[in-house]
């Protein structure tokens, strides 16, 4: 076949702006997001996010590089950089803002199945960094420290990512779920639980919602399988409340998930290998 002419019907794909793609997009919200929170935070919340972001970048080009792959936009470390950052208390060192966000990163490159995370980075690296530099999370990103009419913003900016990513029946099992259990615990009187109603609380659970459990490469993709994420993460957040206690319920909630459904995928992946190698043996003999 003669080169030129398959050159010719060749269809041209257009580079996507930044803007336009998943990642790009919810990049633009978080620095939306973040503006806001700076008029609480000031100064200090920016510097904080700029070493959150930096750390991550250069975390993931080291990864990049060691790999040997040929370096790109990190879109997705900045993603998770500003995450960290926004869920991070503000006023914690530097230097454990930094660390939580190479945590994010490795964890990202290092646990994965079937070329994906196995764990959302940014739910990982904070975990990781209360566990090891026992740092708190203030959620000061879902504009906390702002007054109640603030969470319209973050609702809005919520439901614009969500439709980017395409995830209300994730997200609104999730709460549906949440919320639910919330309401039988209380009547049964069981723990101490009118609190979750309130700041920060409410504020973390739709921060965690709209930009952590909708995370495209950490959770499905289908309808189905988005249900029954939201499920685990919501129960398995309420679940480690009660229990255990803690700050950390809602990250180890969506780690969960995380697991459940990476195992799932992979197990379903094995069955029809298997499946498939079968038939093959059998249309061969």
């Not at 904080?48 to 991550?56: I, W």
């Not at 790999?67 to 790109?72: A, E, G, I």
């Not at 470390?77 to 060192?93: D, F, N, P, Q």
């Not at 639910?180 to 739709?206: C, D, K, R, T, W």
Request: glycine share 8%.
């Amino acid at each position: 076949m003669d080169q030129s002419t398959t050159t010719e019907h060749r269809p041209y794909r257009k580079k996507q702006p930044l803007w336009r793609t998943p990642k790009g997009y919810v990049m633009l919200l978080l620095l939306i997001l973040l503006a806001v929170a700076t008029l609480s935070s000031g100064i200090g919340g920016l510097t904080h996010t700029g070493v959150a972001v930096l750390a991550a970048v250069v975390t993931d080009l080291c990864a990049v590089l060691l790999q040997k792959r040929k370096p790109s936009l990190p879109d997705g470390a900045i993603v998770t950089g500003l995450i960290v950052a926004l869920v991070l208390s503000y006023k914690e060192l530097w230097y454990i803002a930094a660390a939580a966000s190479s945590l994010s990163i490795i964890s990202k490159h290092v646990l994965r199945m079937k070329r994906k995370p196995l764990f959302n980075p940014a739910a990982l690296g904070l975990l990781l960094s209360s566990v090891l530099f026992f740092s708190g999370q203030d959620w000061w990103g879902s504009l906390v420290e702002l007054p109640v009419w603030s969470l319209a913003i973050v609702i809005i900016i919520g439901f614009m990512i969500v439709d980017k990513v395409n995830k209300f029946p994730q997200v609104l099992v999730f709460l549906g779920t949440y919320f639910a259990l919330l309401l039988i615990l209380s009547l049964l009187h069981l723990g101490e639980v009118m609190e979750l109603y309130q700041p920060p609380f409410l504020n973390a659970i739709l921060f965690l919602s709209f930009v952590m459990v909708t995370d495209p490469p950490t959770s499905p993709g289908n309808y189905s399988g988005q249900v029954g994420f939201g499920l685990i993460a919501a129960v398995g957040s309420i679940a480690w409340n009660v229990c255990v206690g803690g700050t950390s319920f809602l990250l180890i909630g969506l780690l969960c998930a995380n697991v459940i459904f990476r195992l799932t995928h992979w197990s379903k992946s094995k069955r029809a290998g298997i499946t498939q190698s079968r038939q093959e043996v059998r249309t061969e003999v």
